[in-house]
């Protein structure tokens, strides 16, 4: 096992997730007529963030797709760990 992958295979599942989060909460922002302060407000308000990660880390999907269609399978860990450590941290939250 590569650590080495395994570590970049982390950092993309989690840039993945943040990214997923603010197209999810920019397009909710938009598509109810929000002004741009209230989207960014929402956006670094933490009162819904567990709702939005569930939909931010979807975006993983086809990522973690393409590390297995060209075998590189330490990536692919390394994103699995990333959901696995977004999933407790939100629910740790919520407890």
Known sequence: ??????????IIGLITTLV??????IFIGLKLNLPTQDITNKLLS????????????????????YFLHYKK????KGL???IVLVAL??????L
């Open 89 to 94: 941290i939100f629910i740790l939250n919520t």
């Open 46 to 65: 933490t009162s819904v963030i567990g709702k939005r990660a569930s939909i931010g880390v979807l975006l993983n999907i086809p990522v973690f797709y």
């Open 80 to 82: 699995l760990i990333a």
């Open 1 to 10: 096992m590569n650590k080495k992958a395994v570590f970049i295979g982390f």
């Open 73 to 76: 399978e330490d990536y692919a």
């Open 20 to 25: 997923g989060i603010t197209i999810y909460t």
